[in-house]
């Protein structure tokens, strides 16, 4: 648990596969997820905008299954 909250990202995936990081998987829309950077927003910002989330997915090994 220690280790989970150390980790500087913004998805952390404990024994699951990283396929469920995207936006669609996470419920946030499938445009959501695909931006590199750590700050999505430009311009005037305020709070919210300056704030991120931090997504902690534990699994039993799960695995998705490939797009077809």
């Known amino acids: 648990r220690r ?3 150390s980790v500087d990202a913004s998805v952390v995936l ?3 596969s990283s396929r469920f990081s995207d ?3 996470l419920g946030l829309g499938a ?3 695909i ?3 750590k700050l999505h927003a430009y311009g005037p910002m305020g709070l919210e905008a300056l704030t991120t989330e931090k997504f ?3 699994g ?3 695995t ?3 797009v077809d």
């Open 64 to 66: 998705r299954h490939p």
């Open 23 to 25: 936006g669609g998987e």
């Open 31 to 33: 445009e959501i997820g």
């Open 60 to 62: 039993e090994g799960e």
């Open 14 to 16: 404990v024994n699951a």
């Open 3 to 5: 280790f989970v909250r």
């Open 56 to 58: 902690v997915v534990y």
């Open 35 to 37: 931006s590199t950077t």
